[in-house]
């Protein structure tokens, strides 16, 4: 029987040695793939709760259904990269003039759309405070709608 196989490992071996910064780059990658993919999703999902938000899917089906209007909140340049095919592009600082007031007969949903969300739950308040209803945030913006592979129009 070969009794090499079952030899205890000693400090000066170089398996230990690996190990140990095996561990450590481990760790880095996992501290990476926290702060990199999981935290931004957190700090939407965050954002969101309580929220009246939807998911890629739940936009997609109601813009394809009901005929929402999606309101792209990003800048014209940035709007023109790539964006939901139908959204209107409305400038975050042009949202407080171009939505002035409601219409008491439209029973349109508005869905408001940003890269990561946070500008259209700031864009919710304002509309909110005016008197809108029917408004809704895609929960993690247009990142989510890409990740969900949803088409991107040009």
Same mark, same amino acid.
């Given at each position: ?27 880095? =990658? ?6 990199? &993919?999981? *935290? ?5 999902? #965050?954002? +969101?709760?309580? !929220? ?10 109601? =813009? ?6 999606? &309101?792209? *909140? ?5 709007? #023109?990269? +790539?964006?939901? !095919? ?69």
């Amino acid at each position: 029987m070969n009794t090499a196989f079952l030899a205890p490992i000693t400090p000066e071996g170089s398996l230990k040695e690996y190990g140990s910064w095996a561990g450590i780059a481990f760790a880095v =990658v996992c501290l990476l793939v926290l702060f990199l &993919v999981v *935290l931004p999703r957190l700090t939407s999902w #965050r954002r +969101g709760r309580g !929220r009246p938000v939807m998911d890629p899917v739940q936009v997609s089906d109601l =813009v394809s259904g009901s005929g929402a209007l999606v &309101v792209d *909140l990003r800048n014209p340049e940035t709007f #023109r990269s +790539g964006h939901i !095919r139908g959204s209107l592009n409305v400038p975050f600082r042009e949202l407080a003039t171009r939505f002035a007031i409601p219409d008491p007969k439209a029973r349109r949903s508005l869905i408001l759309v940003d890269e990561t969300d946070e500008l259209s739950h700031l864009a919710l308040d304002q509309l909110t405070a005016k008197g809108f209803s029917w408004v809704y945030v895609l929960q993690g913006g247009l990142r989510a709608w890409r990740r969900a592979n949803f088409p991107i129009a040009r």
